[in-house]
């Protein structure tokens, strides 16, 4: 029984956000880099999963060297093994090429069972990735996954609660699945001293395209069927205003001023 948890490293949220306008991409060697936040759920998830069934976890992460880094943390956490997906080839993939990349690794590590992701990255944003991931490795395709009721692996079936607009809804699967989580289904861990001391002195495996038998044409800017053609700032919002007076004086005055953008009639 073999779950895999595909991790990112993305920009620091918090950290001031630059961009190469002219290459449509983010100047992400002025930003510190951290775990997907959204990966860090699936992470946890997939460990609870490991202590409840007794599975074997193994994270993968695409990027370049730094993105060692998340994969350590997943060590440190407890994973049984990582792998880091890592070429030059790769550089610029959109997110079918970022998904066949991970197709190929979770292919070579072979038998995997449930494919565990966080629902979108927060600079890509797109939250396609889990989708065609699915679509690629033929496997059943389970989204914004707030719980994983049952897990049963030699039946090979899969009981989740899916959040919807209003509510949830429970979706009953066959394994193998891949399964996007959203924030909020645990509350992820953090690395112990002796996990993190030992973590530190792993090596990582690196596999090229050719490790995976990945077809180079089918990945990298070139390949990619979504360009990022203009990126702009958003120009900042005017400084509001304060109506002051009597309750009666400031209620007419804010029907005034909406009537006069006509945001009433």
Request: proline letters at 5%; aromatic letters at 4%; a negative charge.
């Amino acid at each position: 029984m073999k779950v895999a948890v595909c991790i990112k490293q993305v920009p620091d949220t918090e950290a001031e956000i630059k961009w190469d306008t002219q290459k449509g991409v983010l100047k992400r060697d002025s930003i510190d880099p951290i775990t997907n936040p959204f990966d860090e759920f699936a992470v946890e998830e997939a460990l609870l999963t490991k202590e409840k069934y007794d599975c074997e976890v193994y994270a993968i992460s695409m990027g370049p060297e730094r993105a060692q880094d998340v994969l350590r943390n997943a060590l440190a956490l407890g994973v049984n093994g990582v792998y880091h997906i890592m070429d030059e080839s790769l550089s610029g993939s959109d997110t079918f090429g970022t998904a066949y990349a991970l197709a190929a690794a979770i292919k070579k590590i072979g038998d995997v069972d449930i494919v565990l992701m966080g629902r979108q990255s927060t600079d890509g944003n797109t939250g396609v990735v889990p989708g065609e991931l699915a679509a690629i490795l033929g496997y059943t395709p389970l989204t914004y996954v707030a719980k994983i009721r049952e897990i049963d692996f030699q039946g090979k079936k899969i009981v989740v609660e899916r959040a919807i607009e209003g509510g949830f809804e429970v979706v009953e699967g066959k394994l193998p699945a891949v399964v996007s989580v959203i924030k909020g289904i645990n509350e992820p861990r953090l690395p112990n001293l002796m996990g993190i001391r030992k973590a530190a002195k792993m090596e990582i495996p690196k596999w090229t395209c050719d490790d995976l038998g990945i077809e180079k044409n089918k990945v990298g800017l070139s390949a990619s069927a979504t360009k990022v053609v203009e990126i702009s700032v958003p120009p900042p919002k005017s400084q509001g205003e304060i109506l002051k007076g009597e309750l009666d004086e400031i209620a007419e005055a804010l029907a005034s001023k909406l009537l006069d953008l006509k945001i009433i009639k």
